[in-house]
């Protein structure tokens, strides 16, 4: 992002909504599970940057919206369940057997399950990367922790997602 | 292997013999089968626009504290010091008294607020409050002029010389360097020379050479000669007929063995500047030679 733009021109301020809106959103879901709280969250998050503006450069926009994001709901609310949908294509392999698919189900429940029970901080991550396929170096910015703590994040939510469905 | 390995492995960053050792373990099916179902997990919809909309009205409303208060602000503090310069300007200009100057061969004639009339000789300079005019009639002279006061309050003028007080008159003042003369046409004067007053009635004239003052009467035609494009004299030294012959004629003069002491009675145009040289010369019995814008006076017996 150039530093030279301004976030309070109105086309700066559109560009930043439309590149991270939906990640906010979403990030703060995968936390708290609350899809109206995600959307405050991203309000919240945008008004503030508008309000500040003129002392937030476009280079620090995005950690400054996450971490804006992050605090509203800080030690305040209890996350609820996670919903999340599989994507469509799995429903349109046709070639599958009803044990193969029964299966399937019971595995995603299962999965379903596991992530509803990770620490938030290791939800947020590992979904961040698995489904907006965000990088491990890009959610350390965002979240304002090293790398290496994401990896371990990483490293430690596939392990229980493991345990958990193996019922070890 | 190494430190949080399946996050490594999940972003591509093991060896190739780590992978394959990873591939031989018991849990690899069941992280593999992870990995590829939690991509395909999806996120609840989110409308982006709806949400822009939604932002835009919220900010809508912060829109003047943020965005236009500051330029505004900016705009008032200019504004303020515009008006505050303008103000100053304006009472600066108002307290300014009005200033009148004549060059050399030049008359001018200046109507006061109170119709009172002044004629302003040659190389000659007043000035006077128009503002204050009505509650102080006060006038400051360098040089000559002839008044015609209208009636009222006490009309004063001022010169480095002396102080000329009247209610309602015609007079004539000539202030120049080292020769103060005031002329009553009209009425009765008060002159002050030295904080000495002095009351001069109609066809009288009071003439101050250096501090020596003396008084005389005057022909009554009205007004002062310079009016009717004429200097008049009755017994002036020779150095004060010459400047004033030099500011009527915008000319040069120089003296060649005359003294400029002897006294000069008599008239000169103040616009044919032939005649003048003449009506100068001839009764002082000397000689005169114009060269350009320049004059000089001989003993008719010199070379």
Known sequence: ?168 | MQENYLAKWLNGELSEKEVSEFKKSKEYASYLKIANASQDLRAPNFDVNQSWELLQAQNAQKHPKVITISPFKSFLRVAAVIAVLLTGAYFYINTLDDNIKTQLAENKEIILPDNSEILLNAESELSYSEKNWDSKRAIKLEGEAFFKVAKGKKFTVTTDQGTIAVLGTQFNVENRDGFFEVTCFEGLVSVTIDGEEQKLPAGNSIISLNGNITKSQVEINGQPSWLNQESSFKSIPLKYVLAEFQRQHNIEVELKDIDENLLFTGTFSNIDRDLALKSISTPLQIKFKLEGNKVLFYEESAP
Not at chain 1, 53 to 69: D, Q
Not at chain 1, 93 to 119: G, R, S, V, Y
Not at chain 1, 121 to 149: C, M, P
Request: proline share 2%; hydrophobic share 35%.
């Open chain 1, 1 to 168: 992002m150039d530093d030279h733009q301004n976030v309070c021109k109105e086309s700066t301020y559109s560009e930043l909504f439309h590149a991270h809106s939906k990640t906010i959103f979403n990030y703060i879901y995968y936390k708290f599970g609350n899809k109206e709280k995600a959307h405050d969250a991203v309000q919240e998050a945008f008004v503030k940057l508008w309000e500040n503006c003129a002392k937030v450069t476009p280079g620090k926009a995005k950690s400054y919206l996450y971490t804006v994001a992050n605090n509203l709901y800080l030690n305040v609310i209890k996350a609820d369940k996670v919903r999340l949908k599989y994507a469509d294509k799995t429903l349109k392999t046709i070639h599958e057997t009803p044990e193969f698919i029964m299966e399937e189900n019971e595995f995603k429940a299962k999965l379903d399950k596991a992530l509803n029970d990770l620490p938030e901080n290791q939800r947020s991550t590992f979904l961040l990367n698995r489904i907006d396929g965000k990088k491990y170096a890009e959610i350390a910015e965002l979240e304002g922790v090293s790398i290496k703590a994401i990896e371990k994040r990483m490293h430690l939510a596939l392990k229980t997602l493991r345990e958990k469905i193996d019922g070890i």
